[in-house]
């Protein structure tokens, strides 16, 4: 067997790790197109996709969006709502498929309505009920007028 010479060894492994650079570059970059290369239509449709997915709470993390979540079930929930948005649904009409769907508990800011009234008056009933026993408390231990304390 014929042995090469040292410098194609070199050469052998320069083109090896250059292939194997390119490869994991490859691998890293992402699966979608970048947003300045998308054409305006698609832009304008992922913005909306985006502001859409800020509205809506991921199920999973319940204190998230499914914007800001990296639970898959967010992810499936964001796909979704690009596919409908996509499809022609206006903005309303996705909410409303994830609100049949899923429940009031999808919108991350619920509607003013019957069932959640008590979750928007509530903070707002108990702190004048506080501010209302405190001023009734300084009232009461106000020192009168005539009294030498």
């Known amino acids: 067997m014929r042995e090469h010479p040292r410098w194609m ?4 492994a320069a083109v090896l790790c250059s292939w194997l650079v390119s490869w994991a570059q490859a691998a890293d970059a992402p699966a979608e197109p970048r947003p300045d290369s998308l ?8 913005e909306r996709a985006q502001r859409l997915s800020a509205e809506l709470r991921c199920l999973v993390c319940q204190n998230q969006t ?3 979540s990296q639970a898959e079930l967010a ?16 903005d309303q009409q996705v909410r409303d498929f994830m609100v049949q769907r899923y429940g009031e ?3 991350y800011r619920p509607p003013l309505n019957n069932a959640t009234v008590w979750l928007w008056g509530g903070p707002l009933l108990l702190l ?14 106000r020192p009168e007028e005539g009294d030498p304390t």
Do not use: C, N, T, Y
């Open 128 to 141: 004048a009920l506080g501010l209302g026993v405190l001023v009734w408390q300084l009232l009461r231990h």
């Open 75 to 90: 992810m499936q929930l964001k796909r979704e709502v690009r596919q409908q948005l996509a499809r022609g649904a206006s």
């Open 39 to 46: 054409a305006p239509h698609e832009a304008r449709l992922d």
């Open 66 to 68: 499914i914007a800001d």
């Open 9 to 12: 060894h070199g050469l052998f």
């Open 105 to 107: 508990f999808v919108l």
